[in-house]
């Protein structure tokens, strides 16, 4: 008789712990149906048409793969399971629905091809399984877009018809992705295998992979703490991290420049630990630099990921791999073509194309420009006379920014160092004293001022929004004030960074504007220029529900734009099959935004939603909205809910449906969600 899936688990389990190159189990496996004295042959069920129209993307684990639409997934700590339905994934024995495991182990550094050997990866990870009484057929080799991999069938002894068959019920796979295993289990009972393992490789040949994050850098004996963590203030302000109290470890020595990632991680070049990496939320993620760099005074990210860091404590630039090892250093003190004034380069932007551009302002008075795959010199550019340049970035046309205290203006150069416009005059009393500068995708610029607060400008210099506050001389700042900032940037998401200091106090604050909290222009201040939103609107591209009416009535009915015309019943909508219960309604998009805002379309006895919650890229669910449920008066009727921009990229959305009020079956055609890429 087949062992239990307990025994199979801690054999698996065990199996990982003896071989030198294992990694972790899957946290738990299907038990394979029992032998029986006998069991009769069941009609196989027929192959299955169904397309892979739906995307899982693991962001975490660098690849994604396809599956068919509207079935149900989960995560269990790493193993991320897909199943036709919710029921199948939360059963502990093999039905007539496939049931697909899948987990990723990162590769070891510095792979050799002895280390990374599929078929050695394979024999480990079949040793708990097949410990535990399952029986492994033979591996064929095969490849998933140019990637090796191997294949085996699971087999089990059953009693048919008083003989003995070998019966098969799953699949094993492992594949050596570029810089991870990837493993993937398949499961069914016997007499639906033939068919539903069919799905089985179409889902594992659908598999595709991308750079995952890099993975923190392991962390020294004296590694840094979270730093103090604020997140209740004025209107405004979205959180701080830092400030004079806390363990040494913990705190800014002097934080300085910052730049954000696309998917909103920030970095932040400090004096005392090189590197700070935090996440959108302002959780500590790692340090790196701290020995490879003398004093860093601003960092810049490149379109591959690389960091660069100016180090004006050394007269150089270092380039970092995304990784956050060490990749290039170039720069010493001089004047001549690729070196530097003294206390140079303070700042550092890069380019659309990947050049750095290094502001050398205290003696040379120019910005000087590499390649940034090999730190060669390309040119010099000499800023015009009689301006003291403060801070620098460059759009996405190569065009040079300025942030020039003694006009309390922000330049605008052409590509050869040319002033094309002086951006921000007369737009505060007294001028602008910019500490630093930034700009977003939208060309929209962001200024960090000594004494007016952090300011947006449209592209063509007019004043769009004002946040934050100065502090009292001598005192520490409050949540939103700021002392002496010195680095900002603007993330996707609409928030911005400012980093500040004063005295023993050191920080990192993100902020967002009124007129991107509301998304309407600050009626505090003029109307001045346009504001581009760049908003994203989507409607759910597949989902999954609790229950359903009938076939007729499925969870794809809310898939796609409202499709129902006024208030009525209608079998293009999705409903319960029960109308006084409790469901549940999943749906996923296709483009992962920064959300700020969900619609959901109701078409028939509306007002039954007690609960939305967000799911974002980290698998994360993050309330919304929750009301006690009745019977709204207006049908048809759009829920809108507005909220705050979200920290991290919003992938789906689960909503509560709560009928015990007396629903008489509430149905909901369509939900819409709105935000930035």
């Given amino acids: 008789m087949l062992r239990s899936i307990k025994s199979g688990f801690l054999c698996f389990l065990l199996s990982c712990f003896l071989v030198a190159c294992s990694f972790p189990p899957f946290p738990q496996t299907l038990a394979p149906l029992p032998s029986a004295p006998s069991l009769t042959p069941t009609l196989a069920l027929s192959p299955s048409p169904?397309?892979?129209?739906s995307l899982l993307r693991l962001q975490r684990e660098g690849f994604s793969l396809r599956y068919p639409r509207n079935w149900a997934t989960r995560r269990i700590s790493n193993t991320i399971e897909i199943a036709p339905t919710k029921e199948a994934l939360e059963s502990l024995t093999l039905g007539d629905q496939l049931v697909i495991k899948i987990d990723a182990t990162p590769l070891l550094a510095s792979p050799s091809t002895e280390q990374h050997d599929v078929q050695s990866y394979f024999r480990n990870s079949s040793l708990g399984l097949q410990r535990a009484g399952h029986m492994l057929g033979a591996t064929l080799p095969f490849t998933v877009n140019g990637q090796a991999a191997l294949e085996a069938n699971l087999s089990a002894a059953l009693t048919i018809s008083q003989t003995s068959v070998l019966t098969p019920y799953g699949k094993l796979v492992v594949l050596l992705a570029p810089s991870q295993i990837v493993r993937i289990l398949g499961q069914a009972a016997p007499a639906a295998w033939e068919s539903q393992g069919t799905i089985f490789d179409k889902v594992v040949r659908s598999i595709d992979f991308f750079a995952p994050p890099p993975s923190p850098t392991p962390i020294p004996a004296d590694h840094a703490l979270q730093p103090l963590l604020l997140i209740e203030g004025p209107p405004g302000f979205v959180l701080r991290v830092g400030s004079s109290?806390?363990?040494?470890?913990?705190?800014?020595?002097?934080?300085?420049?910052?730049?954000?990632?696309?998917?909103?991680?920030?970095?932040?070049?400090?004096?005392?630990?090189?590197?700070?990496?935090?996440?959108?939320?302002?959780?500590?993620?790692?340090?790196f630099g701290k020995e490879e760099l003398l004093d860093a005074h601003d960092v810049a990210l490149g379109p591959k990921g690389d960091v660069f860091v100016a180090d004006y404590g050394r007269n150089a630039i270092t380039r970092f791999r995304p990784d956050g090892t060490l990749g290039l250093r170039w720069g010493q003190t001089g004047e001549g073509p690729g070196q530097f004034g003294l206390m140079s380069p303070q700042h550092i932007a890069v380019g659309p194309d990947g050049s750095v551009y290094a502001l050398d302002s205290h003696i040379n008075n120019s910005i000087v420009r590499f390649n940034g795959n090999d730190g060669s010199f390309i040119e010099r550019l000499e800023l015009p006379p009689n301006i003291s340049p403060n801070d620098l970035a460059v759009d996405a046309e190569g065009n040079l920014f300025i942030a020039e205290t003694i006009g309390k203006t922000v330049l605008r150069l052409d590509q050869k160092g040319?002033?094309?416009?002086?951006?921000?005059?007369?737009?505060?009393?007294?001028?602008?004293?910019?500490?630093?500068?930034?700009?977003?995708?939208?060309?929209?610029?962001?200024?960090?001022?000594?004494?007016?607060?952090?300011?947006?400008?449209?592209?063509?210099?007019?004043?769009?929004?004002?946040?934050?506050a100065?502090?009292?001389?001598?005192?520490?700042?409050?949540?939103?004030?700021?002392?002496?900032?010195?680095?900002?940037?603007?993330?996707?998401?609409?928030?911005?960074?400012?980093?500040?200091?004063?005295?023993?106090?050191?920080?990192?604050?993100a902020l967002r504007f009124p007129s991107d909290t509301s998304g309407a222009p600050n009626p505090n201040l003029p109307a001045q220029g346009p504001t581009n939103t760049a908003l994203l609107s989507q409607w759910a591209a597949s989902a999954t529900a609790s229950t359903q009416y009938d076939t007729n009535y499925g969870p794809d009915g809310v898939t796609g734009p409202p499709d129902v015309q006024g208030c009525q019943?209608?079998?293009?909508?999705?409903?319960?099959?029960?109308?006084?219960?409790?469901?549940?309604?999943?749906?996923?998009?296709?483009?992962?935004?920064?959300?700020?805002?969900?619609?959901?379309?109701?078409?028939?006895?509306?007002?039954?939603i007690g609960k939305v919650e967000l799911l974002d890229e980290l698998g994360a669910y993050t309330t919304v909205y929750t009301n006690t449920t009745a019977l709204a008066a207006e049908c048809p009727n759009v829920l809108a809910i507005p909220f705050q921009p979200t920290l991290h990229r919003i992938v789906g959305a689960r909503l509560t449906i709560d009928q015990k009020g007396g629903a008489n079956w509430t149905e909901l055609d369509a939900v819409e969600l709105i935000g930035m890429r």
């Fill in 245 to 287: 109290e806390g363990p040494r470890n913990g705190r800014f020595v002097l934080a300085r420049g910052l730049d954000i990632g696309p998917d909103g991680t920030v970095y932040l070049a400090e004096r005392g630990r090189g590197i700070w990496v935090l996440g959108a939320d302002g959780k500590l993620i790692s340090t």
């Fill in 569 to 608: 019943d209608s079998n293009n909508a999705w409903a319960s099959a029960d109308p006084n219960g409790i469901d549940t309604l999943e749906v996923r998009f296709d483009t992962p935004v920064y959300a700020s805002k969900i619609n959901i379309h109701q078409n028939h006895q509306p007002g039954f």
């Fill in 50 to 53: 169904l397309a892979l129209t």
């Fill in 470 to 509: 100065t502090a009292q001389p001598g005192t520490t700042p409050k949540p939103g004030e700021f002392s002496l900032p010195n680095g900002i940037a603007a993330s996707p998401n609409g928030t911005v960074w400012v980093s500040d200091n004063s005295g023993e106090y050191s920080a990192l604050t």
């Fill in 418 to 468: 040319q002033i094309v416009a002086r951006l921000g005059e007369g737009v505060m009393p007294g001028g602008i004293t910019a500490g630093a500068i930034a700009l977003d995708s939208r060309g929209n610029v962001y200024i960090a001022t000594w004494g007016q607060g952090i300011l947006k400008l449209a592209p063509n210099g007019s004043l769009l929004d004002q946040v934050g």
